[in-house]
Structure formats: C-alpha cells, structure tokens
C-alpha cells in the first residue's frame, strides 16, 4: 500500500502542476490558488494509503526540494507569485512534511495534521478568491492589505472543513469548531506575506489537538 501510495501521490500533484500550467495562460493566480488549494488533498491520500511515516514524507519532502528549486530558477511559474518575494510554496511543503511527521509518530492520528492542511488549502486558498471578488471593507495588519470578505471566507471554509474532518472521526463539538476556525482566521491574517503557510497549518494543528 505504501508504494502504492508514493505513486498516486506523485501522479495526484504531477497532475494537479500540469493542469496550473495549462491555467496559468488564463490567470497566474488562478492558476497558483488551484494548486495551493488542491495539493492540501493529498492529506487524504497519505491518510488511506500509508503506514510508513519515512515513506509518507518522501512526497512532501522531495517537494519542499522541488518548490525551492522552482522558486530561484521559476520552473513552474503556475505555483509561484509575480513578485517573487515570498518562500511560500516552500513553507507549504515544509508545513506538510512536519505534520506528516508528528501525526505518524508523536500523535498517532491523522485527524488534527488534517484539521491543520485542509485549512490552510481550501480557507486560505478560496479566502483570496473571494477577497478579490467581493467588494467588502479592507483593513491592514503589518502593512498587508486584508477583506472582510477575504476572512468571512477563511473562517467559513476552515469551519466546513473542520466540521467534516471532526464528524467523519466521531469528534465534533460545535463549540470546538467555531474556535478552532475562528483561531485559524485570526492567524491566516495577521501571519505575514507567506508565512502563512506555517503558521497556519502548524499552529491550527496545535489547537485542534489541544481542545478537540
């Protein structure tokens, strides 16, 4: 099942580039949010397919190689911001190989690493579509411009997500739900340019863990 496993993941986000790719004619940033909101799916596959916590990493790792690579010399330009100043791709990766870690060996349940990806891809991904789209009041934290839209969006999608995830592993709180989702959004705006992608997924994980 493992091997099994490195091979759809390798197919999974090989796909999901070449598609960007294919988008990125149309729009770059459509393009980099299809792969930043689709690549958190691949939680699942590591959830179903793998029991080896050395052979799981192998896909998040070799991409944190990959992006960084991809970052100096713009290999996949589908993935990458049109200012070139932020490491994000690379701490999406790195967010996804520590959690990776810590949820085969320290935690021993892919629930909460789930709770903290799945929130950073869908409410971080679809938080910047719907900012952009929706006119709504704009305000700044460290200089970044965020919507209200933008984290009524966040907040929306990390709670859906989180709902999910809780219900399907028998531990849904409303309660629990709404602070968990509403932690994320707090740290999803004011976490700086990039960044984001740490402390999203690593510190949601740690409060999801905590009080769920």
Known sequence: MNIMGLIISLLFILGLILVAEKLLKKNQ??????????????WIIATIFFDNVYIACIIPLLFVILNYISFKK??????????????GTVYYAGSCFLLTLVSFLFLKNMLYGGIGLLTMGYGDGFAAIFGTKIKSHEYSIWNQKKTVAGSITMFLLSFIVISILTLFYDKFS???TVFVALFATVIEAISPRGLDNLSVPLLTTLVAYLII
């Open 74 to 87: 713009d290999i996949f330009a589908s993935i990458e911001r049109e200012d070139k100043k932020s490491l």
């Open 29 to 42: 940033e459509l393009s980099r949010k299809f792969v930043h909101i689709g690549v958190c799916n691949w």
């Open 174 to 176: 409303l309660i629990n």
